[in-house]
């Protein structure tokens, strides 16, 4: 099991609402990334933080955004949910190394379902 | 843009039967690959990653293999388990600014008893 967590664990939500997803990285590492995963599909990469600053972003709209705070940890917000938008989020840890030696982390995922 | 495949989608096999799962990219130009395992509903295990610079690893029951050239890679399971049942997940991660993995949609795989 990883050190990384994500809360909820479950999240139902109508149509044009807002949504928040959690994630606390594992211990000692400094990079967070997002990423969306539909039924039967791999997971999409939506973007990624590196000291608190976005550092690569996905094919996804403005309203796909995040932050990440000192202790690493990390929001995913978006805004004017679709229905489109029902999926499991994952988020995955790593200490960024600029020789790509990195392993990511993921945690156990949030599951939106939008109505 | 890369592009993963993965073949087959879907594999089913009795137990104790060796296995090899597929992966196929469109750019070599990348720093490495990983495989992972998803059971239902649940987030993602690393099962092993290779180096853009190696050409296998092993863990247990498991070989990964990397041919960067040709841009494919195998994951070779033996004497596959009914707890093997899973979803096996690849992804490569591209020489470009940012830590992204581009994944493939995966194989369904099946063991049965």
């Known amino acids: 099991e990883t050190g990384v967590t994500q809360s909820p664990t479950h999240l139902i939500k109508t149509r044009g609402q807002q949504v928040t997803l ?29 000291r608190e ?13 995040g932050l990440q705070f000192p202790n690493y940890s990390s929001e995913l917000n978006v805004n004017a949910l679709e229905l489109d938008d029902s999926a499991l989020y994952l988020c995955a840890s790593s200490l960024y190394t600029f020789q790509g030696t ?3 982390y993921f945690g156990p995922g949030t599951r939106l379902t939008v109505l | 843009k890369q592009e993963v495949t993965q073949i087959p989608a879907a594999l089913s096999v009795p137990e104790g039967e060796n296995l090899v799962l597929n992966c196929s990219f469109t750019d ?3 720093y490495n690959l990983q495989w992972f395992r998803q059971d239902p509903g649940k987030g993602l295990t690393s ?67």
Do not use: M
């Open chain 1, 53 to 65: 600053e976005e550092n690569g972003r996905g094919n996804f709209p403005p309203r796909f955004s």
């Open chain 2, 47 to 113: 099962l092993l990653l290779i180096q853009s610079s190696q050409r296998e690893q092993t863990s247990g029951r498991l070989n990964a293999s990397l041919d960067k050239s040709s841009g494919r890679s195998t994951l070779y399971i033996a004497a596959s388990q009914p707890g093997d049942s899973a979803t096996y997940l690849c992804a490569v991660r591209p020489l470009e600014y940012g830590n992204k993995l581009v994944f493939g949609a995966g194989t369904i795989l099946r063991v049965k008893s």
């Open chain 1, 22 to 50: 959690r994630c606390s990285s594992q211990s000692g590492h400094n990079t967070v990334s997002w990423y969306q995963q539909a039924l039967g599909q791999g997971p999409q990469f939506i973007f990624q933080y590196y």
């Open chain 2, 28 to 30: 070599s130009a990348i």
């Open chain 1, 102 to 104: 990195d392993t990511q």
